[in-house]
């Protein structure tokens, strides 16, 4: 823990600036980039022998991107500069921290800081929704910061991805002191952050949270040893014995309005990802027949992260963003496996990828909720320095 303080008050000024982007004050967060750049400036050494294939990469991507964007800027000229730094910067701090702070407290910390303060300002605002107007009403909502805008019900859900993603770790067995306090505090924030997504009426967020338990329930139960394995096989039943027995007891309260009217959809409908599968197969035809992008071709958003930078700047940033996905799920394996026994880091890297990457999959990430990859590049950016870093399966003393 003490760890911890002296990296807060080592790095006050950068920590306030990522959490001014985070709650995002009157929908203005994004413009803290702009700072963000100016404090890094100041650490060029740092990226003078720091910078890795990776961040190159991202970089390219993010030049490509932004001279293709620059022929029709539709989100606005001054977001020419975001698209080609925002990245690249924040990929950067990410490296910054792991870097220079070698003590796993420190990331589980950003771990945490990150995604409680990204959903911070929906979940006040929704529950402010709750307590007006109850379950009722539409999905789309208003935020803190400006009460006169509806903002769509999935862009507000994906605030909500780190932590829905984080309820593998509560099972994680022998964890210590500050991995005990991590657990209480993220199983607070779950179920909080559960009630907030009910309303919101998101399946993509629901099954982020089951795939992600699924796949950690997984992981403990290859790794682990027998005299470990069974108890930790009776708790998990156990809980979601339980968890069945309250959903239908209460599967007709108020809480699942919403949520159960977006069931009664059409099967078919639900299962096409709610007709995001018939808009991939055409847009995956689209990235070869229009190399340069398209602003027709039966599709206005693709609803998917890669296909829609295809249709936005073409093939050129597509292809660098793939390879950059492709080393980043390497980047991850080879984490996990030069490191086996550190369960409670792997599950929570490998549950905050997968979440993340859910999202990215079915939603136009660079046009609607660019802030949602910056944190990605920023949480990327972390993993990166911390593999290269050398004494990283060690437990580090804080550095300057």
């Known amino acids: 823990m003490n760890n911890i303080k002296l990296f807060i008050q080592k790095e006050f000024f950068l920590l306030f600036l990522l959490l001014v982007f985070l709650i995002d004050p009157l929908s203005k967060g994004i413009y803290v980039f702009y700072i963000l750049l100016l404090f890094f400036l100041t650490k060029l050494s740092f990226l003078s022998y720091k910078l890795d294939g990776k961040g190159f990469l991202l970089l390219l991507f993010s030049i490509f991107y932004s001279l293709f964007y620059s022929l029709n800027p539709l989100g606005g000229a001054q977001m020419l500069i975001i698209y080609t ?16 702070y070698s003590s796993k407290e420190i990331l589980y910390f950003l771990f945490v800081f990150f995604a409680i303060g990204y959903a911070f300002i929906p979940t006040v605002s929704i529950i402010i929704h709750i307590i ?46 500050l991995e005990r306090r991590i657990k209480l505090v993220m199983i607070v924030a779950f179920i909080i952050s559960l009630f907030c997504i009910l309303r919101l009426a998101s399946r993509t967020q629901i099954f982020i949270s089951v795939i992600t338990f699924t796949l950690s329930v997984l992981y403990l139960i290859l790794r682990l040893p027998l005299n470990k394995k069974i108890p930790l096989l009776f708790v998990i039943f ?12 209460f599967s007709d309260s108020v809480i699942f309005n919403i949520f159960n009217e977006r069931n009664n959809e059409d099967v078919e ?29 039966g599709v206005n958003f693709a609803h998917n992260l890669w296909l829609d930078v295809s249709r936005v700047a ?15 799920i390497l980047l991850i394996y080879n984490i996990i496996r030069r490191s086996p026994e550190n369960h409670f880091f792997n599950i929570t890297i490998l549950s905050y990828f997968i979440g993340v990457n859910a ?28 593999a290269d870093n050398r004494n990283f399966r060690t437990k580090g003393r804080i550095q300057n």
């Open 85 to 100: 730094l925002a990245p690249f910067i924040f990929y950067n701090i990410g490296r910054y921290f792991s870097m220079n």
């Open 132 to 177: 007006e107007n109850g379950f009722t009403g539409d999905r789309n909502l208003s935020l803190l910061w400006d009460t006169n805008y509806e903002l769509s019900a999935t862009l507000i859900a994906a605030h909500f991805t780190l932590i829905m993603s984080s309820l593998g770790i509560v099972f994680v067995p022998g964890a210590n002191e």
């Open 238 to 249: 156990s809980s979601v014995i339980v968890f069945v027995v309250v959903y239908f007891s």
């Open 269 to 297: 409908y639900v299962m096409s990802g709610s007709g995001r599968t018939r808009i991939w197969l055409r847009s995956v035809g689209n990235v070869f027949s229009y190399p340069f992008g398209w602003n027709s071709g």
């Open 314 to 328: 073409g093939i050129l940033p597509f292809l660098s963003l793939c390879i950059f996905t492709i080393l980043n």
């Open 359 to 386: 999202v990215f999959f079915v939603e136009p990430i660079m046009e609607g909720l660019l802030s949602f990859f910056l944190i990605y590049c920023l949480f990327i950016g972390i993993l990166s320095g911390y």
